[in-house]
């Protein structure tokens, strides 16, 4: 009897824990449900209820189709290339400020404007606005562009502008020169219209951002600051509105960057005295390099998926995906570090899920015959939000676990704050306005840029940056830029202009609408 009492007894503890598990389980599961169900992203927008500032409106004709698209092409014609932070080709960016001149005549002799020059090459617009109350905010884009070589396979020369099939071809295109005109042929036209703003804002265009915006972003940003400037929000490049590009969404998605990833160049170097190759020491100075090398290699950092700004990314594209997806983009509270494990196979989207390493330059001898005394290797790693540059910097000292090597840190900065996108946020908002007014099929979600603009100097005067032009990117499109090929379709360049037209006026509002939310957080 004790025998089997024992038994029931220990059946009945079972069921007991096997029924909790399947209670919680099914909790589990209901909250994951009702999340699923329940992340209504457009919340908050409230469309209809938002002031009517934007009264002009752009109706582009044959003419005007015409002078944008020259204007266009013409800034593409000037090769505002820079190669290194010393190599600049000052002569076209002299050339290209006597040409905005020429091409924005109302947006330099308005009385509205303030223009001047930066470092020489960059320019800085203040567009005074007749409500000083509201605290202004800065659009920025860049004139410099990285070289080009029509022999490594242009279809047009990169510097010609040429049209193919509605397209415009040319280095540039889309980064950084369609935002650039993009920006000013909006004012212009603004201007001409008789446009005066509420709401002040100031125009940035660095000259130096491919090759870290040392003198034109840095220079602009000392100026501002020098004259206690507060900026709402500042608007510069970085992500666009992906079609087709993100596997499994359903319609266009315009990403809006909140944030950058940090950066860090580290050197790592071996030296020992030198020898002849005759009498090689066990060890050698590229043997012990690359082993630390491969250290680095083999064991990335930690998955961090989850806990940076992709997180709300994935929870507002979710409603756009089908189950599977949906139930556990919904609910990266659970599904995270299954998520990670998929995310982490492909280079492009591991850079979402942790601090990447690359391996960029190895150096190492000058003989045959000579054992070298030096050998030194270069790694540029992308910090992840959740990670902060000493944090990393630890990580490599403990991985590399060679006193042998030296560690140094070359350069490199903390990832950028993560800007806010709630209903309060008053640059996402208008952003998000204007993208849904103009394509009422796209979804807005919030996304974070892996590389860097000049924004990231940006910090001290706002606490919203927002990386983000309506460029429509579709399969392949990534690769053009920096790429070959780059190009941009002529109608989407008309949308460009529209955008920043309708963008300006929309910045005019007193406040946001109130939101009723219906975004139930768990
Ligand atoms: C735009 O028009 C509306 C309605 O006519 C008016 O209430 C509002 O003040 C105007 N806004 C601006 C910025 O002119
Ligand atoms: C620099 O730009 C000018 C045009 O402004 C061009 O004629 C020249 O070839 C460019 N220099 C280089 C090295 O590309
Ligand atoms: C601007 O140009 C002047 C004269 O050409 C030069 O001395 C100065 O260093 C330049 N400044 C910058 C920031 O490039
Ligand atoms: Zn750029």
Not at 151 to 173: C, K, L, V
Not at 433 to 444: G, S
């Amino acid at each position: 009897m004790t025998d089997s009492g024992s038994k029931f007894r220990i059946f009945r503890f079972l069921k007991i824990i096997f029924c909790s598990f399947l209670i919680t389980i099914l909790l589990l599961f209901t909250i994951a449900s009702i999340r699923t169900f329940s992340l209504d992203v457009n919340a908050g927008l409230q469309l209809a209820r938002w002031e009517q500032t934007n009264n002009i409106s752009l109706v582009i004709d044959h003419q005007q189709r015409e002078e944008l698209l020259a204007n266009f092409k013409e800034a593409i014609r000037i090769p505002t290339v820079s190669v290194t932070q010393t190599d600049i080709n000052t002569t076209a960016l002299r050339e290209f400020d006597r040409f905005l001149r020429k091409a924005f005549p109302s947006v330099f002799s308005s009385s509205l404007v303030r223009h001047e020059l930066v470092a020489n090459y960059s320019h800085l617009f203040w567009v005074q606005g007749s409500q000083p109350s509201l605290v202004p905010y800065m659009l920025l884009a860049h004139i410099d562009v990285v070289p080009a070589t029509e022999s490594d396979g242009w279809e047009a020369p990169p510097f010609s502008a040429q049209e193919i099939d509605g397209f415009i071809y040319g280095r540039g295109t889309i980064d950084d020169k369609s935002p650039v005109m993009g920006i000013l042929q909006a004012l212009e036209y603004l201007l001409i219209r008789g446009y005066a703003p509420r709401r002040g804002f100031y125009i940035g265009l660095g000259h130096d951002e491919e090759v870290n915006g040392f003198h034109g972003a840095k220079n602009i940003v000392r100026i501002l600051k020098e004259r206690g400037v507060q900026l709402s929000f500042v608007l510069d490049e970085g992500l666009a509105i992906l079609d087709g590009v993100i596997t499994g969404l359903e319609g266009p998605a315009a990403l809006i960057g909140l944030s950058e990833k940090g950066s860090a160049t580290v050197k790592l170097s071996v030296s020992m005295v030198p020898g002849h190759s005759s009498m090689p020491p066990r060890e050698s100075t590229i043997g012990i390099l690359s082993a630390a090398v491969k250290r680095l290699e083999d064991n990335p950092m930690p998955r961090l998926f989850g806990y940076g700004p992709e997180r709300e990314t994935f929870e507002h594209l979710a409603h756009k995906f089908g189950l599977p997806m949906k139930f556990i983009m919904s609910n990266l509270w659970l599904f995270s570090p299954l998520l990670s494990r998929i995310l982490e196979r492909k280079p492009d989207t591991n850079a979402f899920v942790r601090t990447t390493t690359a391996v960029t330059m190895f150096n190492a001898g000058v003989k045959v015959n000579i054992i070298p005394s030096h050998a030194e290797a270069y790694v540029n790693l992308r910090i992840h939000s959740a990670q902060s540059l000493q944090e990393v910097l630890d990580l490599i000292q403990s991985t590399v676990g060679d006193q042998r090597v030296k560690i140094e840190l070359i350069n490199g900065f903390d990832p950028l704050p993560v800007s806010s996108a709630d209903e309060r946020s008053l640059g996402f908002q208008i952003i998000k306005k204007t993208v849904l007014d103009m394509f009422p099929t796209v979804t807005v979600a919030p996304g974070i840029c892996i590389g860097n603009t000049d924004s990231r100097y940006f910090k001290d005067l706002t606490n919203d940056i927002y990386r983000f032009s309506p460029v429509w990117f579709k399969p392949g499109d990534a690769q053009r830029f920096h790429g070959i090929n780059e190009r941009i379709s002529k109608k989407n360049y008309e949308e460009l202009v529209v955008f920043y037209f309708s963008l300006i006026q929309n910045c005019d509002i007193q406040k946001l609408p109130e939101s009723h939310s219906s975004v139930h957080e768990l």
